[in-house]
């Protein structure tokens, strides 16, 4: 099975632009969330998608936003980039949670830097 | 608030046991979980643990939990160079909340041969 695959892997902008990230699943996970990860903040929890409808969100402005297609698919957007966004964007899939339990499987991410 | 806390740093050598340690703060987590990351990846679910549980062993690798104190350990043994990497305890919020972990900064294990 192909694991979660993010693209691009790397990504330089300025300020001011806006950025589109994608998230492939793993084939039948329906469930994909974002995490922003930076050495001084460490993981943060973006959103979460579950069959094309965001069902949690972290605490982060309107300038991120995502959505989920309806082959599981997903992209992250940020607009008006600043440079404090410069970060490792995970993607991760699971099967959905059976009884609390969350098996996250994670992409190896997308190396945002704002110049 | 939510927080999960671990040390920055860790050195051993080669062969010996490493523990990692993590408090967290959500006592209404169904289950703990640890998470390894190695240079230029993503993060690998390594563990878990059922929050009614006071150990689970799998190879090398055994979590203790002290629910009480809210304290969660990881211990490697006879640990190879190869586990060098940046270890992180994750809870999640609400006993499970779609996709949601919060994870500590990470303990950067770095094994001297």
């Known amino acids: 099975k192909a694991g979660v695959t993010q693209t691009p892997r790397y990504l330089i902008k300025t300020r001011g632009q806006q950025v589109t990230l994608s998230c492939s699943p793993i084939s039948g996970h329906r469930s994909v969330s974002w995490y922003q990860q930076t050495p001084g903040q460490g993981l943060q929890f973006l959103f979460e998608y579950f069959s094309e409808t965001q069902r949690n969100k972290g605490n982060f402005p309107g300038r991120f936003s995502g959505r989920q297609f309806s082959n599981s698919r997903s992209e992250m957007n940020v607009s008006t980039l600043e440079l404090g966004d410069s970060a490792l964007y995970l993607c991760?899939?699971?099967?959905?949670?059976?009884?609390?339990?969350?098996?996250?499987?994670f992409g190896s991410g997308t190396q945002l830097s704002v110049l | 608030g939510e927080d999960v806390e671990q040390s920055l740093f860790l050195s051993v050598r080669e062969g010996d046991s490493s523990v990692i340690n993590c408090t967290y703060t959500d006592s209404s987590s169904t289950y703990l979980y640890w998470y390894k990351q190695e240079p230029g990846a993503g993060l690998q679910l390594l563990t878990y643990i059922f929050s009614n549980m006071d150990m689970k062993q799998d190879q090398r690798l055994t979590v203790l939990l002290n629910k009480k104190d809210k304290h969660l350990s990881l211990r490697i043994a006879d640990t190879q160079t190869g586990d060098s990497a940046i270890y992180f305890c994750?809870?999640?919020?609400?006993?499970?909340?779609?996709?949601?972990?919060?994870f500590g900064k990470g303990t950067k294990l770095s094994v001297k041969p």
């Open positions: 994750a809870e999640s919020l609400y006993g499970g909340s779609q996709g949601n972990l919060i």
């Open positions: 991760a899939s699971s099967s959905d949670s059976t009884g609390g339990l969350e098996k996250l499987f």
